[in-house]
C-alpha cells in the first residue's frame, strides 16, 4: 500500500524555467512533509519540508505547497539550473517521526 | 567528516549466507532509522531506534532481518539466509528530536548505503 505516490516518473525542464514536481498522500494522520534530492551512488539529502499547519514554505529557490483538503503537495524550483537534476522524493511522516513514507521519485532534468 | 557513514559500501555474497551493514550516525543524534531501495523505488521504512531502543519494525521485515543499537551510538542491520529477493541498497539515516532540532524539525542525515547483491 503506496501511502505516499509520485505519479510522474520523470520530468525535463529547460533552464531559467519553472520545475514542478507533484506529490499525493492517502494518509490523514502524516503531520509533516519533507522533499529530498538524489544523486547517483549518494544517499538522499534533505531539502526542504513543510508542516501540516502551512500551506507553503519557501527557501530560496524552492517552495513546498502543502493543499491539505487534497492530500497533495508539490516542490517547485524557480529558477530551475542545470545542478537541480537529480531524482526528487516525496517524504511523509506523522508527528512522532517514528516511520517515514517515501514516493517512488521523480527525475528532473534541467536542459541547459 | 560528521556525515553519517554506512560499511562496507558494496556486499556481494550467496544466496543462503547471511550479511551485516554497520552504520555511523551523526554522533550527537538519537534517531536512527534503516531503509531499503529498489530499483525504481523509493527508499522503504524498516526500523527505527531512539537511543538503543527499537521502537518501530516494519512488517514488511521478516524475521530473518535484525538490526541492534546497543549502546545508541552505531547500528547494525543483519541478513540471515539471504535471497536473491533480498538485492537492494540499505540504507540508513539518523536525526535529532524534533524539539532540539538546529535545523528543520523530522530532517534525516542519509548515509551513502551499502549496495547488497546475493548471487
Given at each position: 500500500d503506496q501511502q505516499v505516490k509520485q505519479n510522474s516518473p520523470s520530468l525535463s525542464v529547460q533552464e531559467g524555467r519553472i520545475s514542478i514536481l507533484n506529490c499525493d498522500y492517502t494518509n490523514s494522520m502524516f503531520d509533516y512533509f519533507l522533499w529530498y534530492k538524489k544523486y547517483p551512488a549518494e544517499g538522499p539529502t534533505f531539502l526542504i519540508s513543510i508542516s501540516s499547519i502551512k500551506d507553503k514554505n519557501e527557501d530560496g529557490r524552492f517552495t513546498v505547497f502543502l493543499n491539505k483538503s487534497a492530500k497533495h503537495l508539490s516542490l517547485h524550483i524557480v529558477?530551475?539550473?542545470?545542478?537541480?537534476?537529480a531524482v526528487y522524493f516525496c517524504a511523509a511522516t506523522p508527528n512522532t517521526g517514528n516511520q517515514f513514507y517515501f514516493g517512488t521519485g521523480t527525475s528532473l532534468t534541467v536542459i541547459p | 567528516d560528521t556525515g553519517v557513514s554506512q560499511d562496507p559500501r558494496h556486499k556481494i555474497t550467496k544466496r543462503g549466507q547471511n550479511v551485516t551493514f554497520r552504520c555511523d550516525p551523526?554522533?550527537?543524534?538519537n534517531r536512527l532509522y534503516w531503509y531499503r531501495q529498489t530499483l525504481g523505488q523509493g527508499p522503504e521504512f524498516l526500523t527505527y531506534f531512539q537511543n538503543e531502543a527499537q521502537l518501530e519494525k516494519s512488517?514488511?521485515?521478516?524475521?530473518r532481518f535484525s538490526a541492534e543499537r546497543p549502546k545508541g551510538s552505531f547500528s547494525t542491520l543483519e541478513i540471515q539466509?539471504?535471497?536473491?529477493?533480498?538485492s537492494a541498497m540499505y540504507l540508513c539515516a539518523s536525526s535529532s528530536p524534533p524539539q532540539l532540532?538546529?535545523?528543520?524539525?523530522?530532517e534525516q542525515f542519509f548515509g551513502p548505503g551499502t549496495r547488497l547483491t546475493v548471487l
Open positions: 529558477p530551475s539550473q542545470p545542478g537541480d537534476s | 551523526i554522533s550527537e543524534h512488517r514488511l521485515l521478516s524475521d539466509r539471504t535471497e536473491q529477493g533480498d532540532a538546529g535545523g528543520e524539525p523530522h
